[in-house]
Nanobody
Framework: QVQLVESGGGLVQAGGSLRLSCAAS????????MGWFRQAPGKEREFVGAISSRGITTYYADSVKGRFSISRDNAKNTVYLQMNSLKPEDTAVYYCARGMRTMTYRSTDEYDYWGQGTQVTVSS
């Protein structure tokens, strides 16, 4: 059974930074892409970015490109989301998810396991 546990969320002022972590257990972490999504109150879950299984390729939503970056440490079974220049509109619950292939993109259908989420709140 694959489990994903996010951490690192919190309250930050606009312009600040946060780094989220997602620790995976079960399965073979290095075989699968990993993705980050977010969901704000009253909105649909939104793709943030993804990283290939070996960490060579990344793909980002236009809304975060240039501000967020994803990395992974396969030795630690952990994927990270570094968020810089945060804006109030980045406020959401952030989820990590395991991709069903070595590289996945923006559709939630491409992911089979999800974490419980971590809250990120950006104050203006």
């Amino acid at each position: 059974q694959v489990q994903l546990v996010e951490s690192g969320g919190g309250l930050v002022q606009a312009g600040g930074s946060l780094r989220l972590s997602c620790a995976a257990s079960g399965g073979t972490f290095s075989s699968n892409a990993m993705g980050w999504f977010r969901q704000a109150p009253g909105k649909e879950r939104e793709f943030v970015g993804a990283i290939s299984s070996r960490g060579i390729t990344t793909y980002y939503a236009d809304s975060v490109k240039g501000r967020f970056s994803i990395s992974r440490d396969n030795a630690k079974n952990t994927v990270y989301l570094q968020m810089n220049s945060l804006k109030p509109e980045d406020t959401a619950v952030y989820y990590c998810a395991r991709g069903m292939r070595t590289m996945t993109y923006r559709s939630t259908d491409e992911y089979d396991y999800w974490g419980q989420g971590t809250q990120v709140t950006v104050s203006s």
